[in-house]
Structures are given as structure tokens and as C-alpha cells.
Nanobody, 122 residues
Framework: QVQLVESGGGLMQAGGSLRLSCAASGRSASYYSMGWIRQAPGKEREFVAVISRTGLYTVYADSVKGRFTISRDNAKNTVYLQMNSLRPEDTAVYYC???????????????WGQGTQVTVSS
């Protein structure tokens, strides 16, 4: 199995940028496709982005396409989410998640980090 720890969340004004990191330990991160899932207060978990084991393939939710970029550095066992042009509706707890499959459903990941809060002010 793999353990995941997110970092990089915080408060940002609309239009700003944040870079989230997810550090993996235990099982090699390269064994898993890695996704970012978010959950806003009172809402269901929402798929944000996923990247394949080698980093060759990525999928983004329509709501973040063109603004967010997922990437990974398997040598560092780390996955990133670069978030640009942030909007207040991006406010949520962001979770790093891992699975052996390239999945886009928010509920289908096998492993989860603890989450990091992202707050975007108007």
C-alpha cells in the first residue's frame, strides 16, 4: 500500500495561483495512477484531475481544464497540482488519491491523503 500526504494549501485571492504537492511513501508512487479530488462544504467529492503511472496521460474535469495542471516526479515520489486563475468556487479540501487504474470517478480511489484546505477569496 501507499501513504499520501498533501501540502501547499492555503488562502489565495481570486486570480492567483497555488501549487499543491502530494508525497507518497511505502509502495512506490510509480505503481499508481494519481488523482486529485476536492470536496467543498456541503457538497459531494468532485474529481479534479488524474495522471497515469508514467505521467504520459492526464484527464481533467471540465471545471478546471485550462487552469489546473497535474504532474508527477516519480523519482521524488511526488505528485503536483498547479492551480492557476483560481476562483472562489475552487474553495475546497483537496485530496490526493491513488489507484492502480486510471479512473476519473471521485469515489473509486483505493488510497487517500488527509487533505489540504484551499480557500479562494473574492
Amino acid at each position: 500500500q501507499v501513504q499520501l500526504v498533501e501540502s501547499g494549501g492555503g488562502l489565495m485571492q481570486a486570480g492567483g495561483s497555488l501549487r499543491l504537492s502530494c508525497a507518497a511513501s511505502g509502495r512506490s508512487a510509480s505503481y499508481y495512477s494519481m488523482g486529485w479530488i476536492r470536496q467543498a462544504p456541503g457538497k459531494e467529492r468532485e474529481f479534479v484531475a488524474v495522471i497515469s503511472r508514467t505521467g504520459l496521460y492526464t484527464v481533467y474535469a471540465d471545471s478546471v481544464k485550462g487552469r489546473f495542471t497535474i504532474s508527477r516526479d516519480n523519482a521524488k515520489n511526488t505528485v503536483y497540482l498547479q492551480m492557476n486563475s483560481l476562483r472562489p468556487e475552487d474553495t475546497a479540501v483537496y485530496y490526493c488519491a491513488a489507484d492502480t487504474s486510471m479512473v476519473v470517478a471521485a469515489t473509486e480511489y483505493d488510497y487517500w491523503g488527509q487533505g489540504t484546505q484551499v480557500t479562494v477569496s473574492s
